[in-house]
């Protein structure tokens, strides 16, 4: 019993040996898993580590207290043996709850692992949205500029066809008024013609070189119908109502050479009867002289109207020449000069008639007269449908504007509402001036908002041109200049972005926000110094 005893004994020195060999392994072989496991987590691979030279401090206490009880089973003989073997087993109690430890401090070691590559994750999706934030926004300013530029020329070209049918309106409103003169001139004359009736014959070859003048005018306002286009709807339905307008003028002209016609038949068979009366008829040649001479005012007369009938035939056509469906108006203004054509060869034939009665010059120059007035009430319609001409440009005006506004509005609002999710903006209503780049003098400006971002300015001075994309802002006493480039142009407003160091930037917001009237005074003083 003794020498069983004696050779399972051991000696201080070796018990503390096994004990620190033992932590000792077992702390390398933890740091050895972890640094295979986790090669990339410095945080993951320090924390077993330090948890296992824990453990192995944590031993070391331990073998101070059970160092004395081994001393007293080395003094104590034979009869400790069954000490040591106590001893023995709480150590194999102690080595398996290392074990447990052990699995325990490395599900902790996976979880930091876990929790790391989760915050990589996070970060890389952080960074992607960062990215893409930027992208949008770019997008942004470049539909706005692309949508403003489009609007821009749309707007100028339907503005300068606006402009143009105005400026034939207004011509069709003063050709309108002189018809309307002239229709009146022409019902006072009717009016004299009773008591002017001379030269008869001498009216009647006027008339038939009138007559030619027409045909000619007639073949040009035909060439001149080829070319017309096509406007808006509205426009159409109005230049209808002119065309309706000017071929009650044709009817009216058509009236008056009837009757001019015969009249001169009545001079001829007035001067043929006084010429066989003999010395009878003398008194009757007095009549027939009067009718010729009031029929050579009636020629005179429908001279004049035509020549103002053809102007305003003219201006039609070069008012509609954009209109397509005129086209059908026009072939009707045709075949009412062919008419005419055809009514000029009667004329021609029936100037060698022209004789009758005295008594029936009195009532075709009565006729004459409420034909000058029906041309006066056709023109002064014609007025009234050349102002509804130019009531319906403006109207078309304000709406192309109005879309253009609504337009910037929601491509604004997108870009406000982007550039808020980005950076805070701040209202304030201070001044400054800004120089564009390629001019020479400087523009006053006052600024409606701010943030790191950029700006939004009222330009006070005269805008500068679209072609003027980039700039620099004036920022306090000491002249401190900022760069920017233009985003969007909204009526007398410039959406600008900076473009230069932030920390400029930043101590340029510092010095907006220390200008404002509720503004403290605070220690960003000091930073406003930068900008006097």
């Given amino acids: 019993m003794n020498n069983y005893a004696v050779g399972r004994k051991l000696s201080g020195g070796q018990i503390m040996t096994l004990i620190f060999t033992a932590f000792g392994a077992n702390t390398l072989l933890m740091a050895v898993v972890l640094l295979f496991e986790n090669a990339f987590l410095s945080t993951a691979f320090l924390l077993p580590v330090l948890i296992s030279g824990a453990i192995t401090t944590a031993a070391f206490f331990v073998w101070r207290r059970l160092h004395p009880l081994i001393v007293h089973i080395e003094d104590g003989g034979n009869d400790q043996t069954a000490e040591i073997e106590n001893l023995r087993a709480l150590l194999e109690l102690e080595q398996a709850s290392l074990k447990e430890q052990k699995q325990e401090f490395r599900q902790v070691a996976m979880r930091a692992s876990l929790a790391d590559e989760i915050q990589h994750q996070v970060q890389d999706e952080m960074d992607f949205l960062k990215d893409f934030a930027g992208q949008t926004k770019t997008s942004l300013f470049k539909m706005a500029d692309s949508i403003d530029i489009e609007l821009q020329e749309n707007i100028e070209n339907i503005t300068n066809h606006a402009e143009k049918a105005n400026a034939i309106a207004a011509q069709l409103t003063g050709s309108a008024r002189t018809v309307g003169d002239k229709s009146d001139s022409v019902a006072a004359g009717a009016a004299q013609a009773l008591d002017n009736t001379t030269n008869v014959q001498k009216s009647t070859e006027n008339l038939q070189a009138a007559v030619d003048t027409i045909t000619r005018q007639m073949e040009q306002s035909t060439e001149l119908t080829q070319e017309a286009v096509t406007i808006s709807d509205e426009t159409q339905k109005t230049i209808g109502g002119l065309e309706e307008a000017a071929q009650g003028i044709g009817e009216i002209i058509g009236l008056i050479s009837n009757i001019a016609n015969q009249t001169n038949l009545l001079a001829l068979n007035a001067t043929i009867e006084a010429a066989r009366a003999g010395e009878a008829g003398k008194g009757f040649a007095v009549v027939a002289s009067e009718v010729k001479g009031l029929a050579s005012q009636t020629t005179q007369s429908i001279g004049d109207i035509t020549e103002h009938v053809e102007g305003i035939q003219m201006k039609v056509a070069a008012a509609v020449k954009d209109i397509d469906r005129i086209k059908r108006s026009i072939d009707k203004v045709q075949a009412s000069s062919d008419v005419i054509r055809e009514e000029v060869t009667r004329q021609r034939a029936a100037t060698r008639d022209i004789a009758d009665?005295?008594?029936?010059?009195?009532?075709?120059?009565?006729?004459?007269?409420?034909?000058?007035?029906?041309?006066?009430?056709?023109?002064?319609?014609?007025?009234?449908?050349?102002?509804?001409?130019?009531?319906?440009?403006?109207?078309?005006?304000?709406?192309?504007?109005?879309?253009?506004?609504?337009?910037?509005?929601?491509?604004?609002?997108?870009?406000?509402?982007?550039?808020?999710?980005?950076?805070?903006?701040?209202?304030?209503?201070?001044?400054?001036t800004i120089i564009m780049e390629g001019q020479e003098n400087s523009m006053t400006v006052q600024v409606v908002d701010y943030s790191m971002g950029g700006l939004q300015i009222r330009v006070i001075d005269p805008m500068p041109p679209k072609s003027c994309t980039k700039g620099r802002i004036m920022a306090g006493g000491a002249e401190t200049e900022i760069n920017f480039e233009v985003r969007s142009v909204h009526d007398d407003i410039l959406h600008v972005e900076f473009s230069d160091d932030v920390e400029l930037i930043r101590l340029y917001n510092v010095y907006l926000k220390a200008k404002l009237p509720d503004a403290e005074d605070t220690d960003v003083m000091e930073e406003v110094e930068l900008f006097g």
């Fill in 357 to 432: 009665s005295a008594d029936r010059a009195q009532a075709s120059v009565q006729m004459v007269t409420m034909g000058a007035r029906d041309i006066s009430t056709v023109a002064s319609g014609n007025a009234t449908i050349v102002k509804e001409i130019n009531d319906i440009s403006e109207e078309l005006a304000r709406q192309v504007q109005l879309i253009r506004k609504n337009m910037m509005d929601i491509v604004n609002c997108a870009l406000v509402e982007n550039d808020r999710r980005n950076t805070e903006r701040h209202r304030t209503s201070s001044t400054s």
